[in-house]
């Protein structure tokens, strides 16, 4: 979704993914990201962005003048990792990338229980707390 938006709006898209990541598997530190993330705000009046990083959409969301909160279920999710292309950007092959498939599935199974800031109360918190237009996609009808 983000990408066709940014491309039908012709606005920057920002993967989280990208500043979230030194490495694969080497977090950055947070005070690093969040700079990225208050430099491209400054230097991008319209944007859309993904992530799914509660600590780093804090910081963005004070320049967010709408949110969409992809929330279709687990089930959708581990169907969607199951069937996503190779992520070039992301690991070095497709036999890498598949070799991280089942802690992917495991994690992603988990979304519901945990409580990090990849969780379902993470992201749950943040929708409710954001005052301006939002929507939630749970694959049915979105909700204001």
């Given at each position: 979704?983000?990408?066709?938006?940014s491309s039908d709006?012709?606005?920057p898209h920002?993967?989280?993914?990208?500043?979230?990541?030194n490495?694969?598997?080497?977090?950055?530190?947070?005070?690093?990201s969040e700079?990225?993330i208050?430099?491209?705000?400054?230097?991008?009046?319209e944007?859309?962005?993904?992530g799914?990083?509660?600590d780093?959409l804090e910081?963005?969301l004070?320049?967010?003048?709408?949110?969409?909160f992809?929330n279709?279920?687990?089930?959708?999710c581990?169907?969607?990792?199951l069937?996503?292309?190779w992520?070039p950007?992301k690991?070095p092959s497709?036999?890498?990338?598949d070799?991280?498939?089942?802690f992917?599935?495991e994690?992603?199974?988990?979304?519901e229980t945990?409580?990090?800031?990849?969780?379902?109360a993470?992201?749950?918190?943040?929708?409710?707390d954001?005052?301006?237009p939002k929507q939630?996609?749970d694959g049915?009808?979105?909700?204001?």
């Amino acid at each position: 979704m983000a990408r066709r938006l940014s491309s039908d709006y012709q606005v920057p898209h920002l993967d989280l993914d990208q500043l979230a990541w030194n490495s694969p598997g080497v977090r950055k530190p947070f005070s690093e990201s969040e700079a990225e993330i208050h430099a491209f705000a400054a230097s991008n009046p319209e944007w859309i962005a993904e992530g799914c990083y509660a600590d780093l959409l804090e910081p963005l969301l004070a320049y967010a003048t709408e949110i969409r909160f992809l929330n279709p279920g687990v089930e959708a999710c581990v169907e969607n990792s199951l069937a996503r292309p190779w992520e070039p950007a992301k690991y070095p092959s497709r036999e890498e990338q598949d070799a991280k498939l089942s802690f992917l599935i495991e994690w992603i199974r988990e979304y519901e229980t945990r409580t990090d800031e990849y969780s379902l109360a993470r992201h749950r918190r943040l929708y409710n707390d954001f005052q301006g237009p939002k929507q939630e996609f749970d694959g049915r009808q979105p909700r204001a």
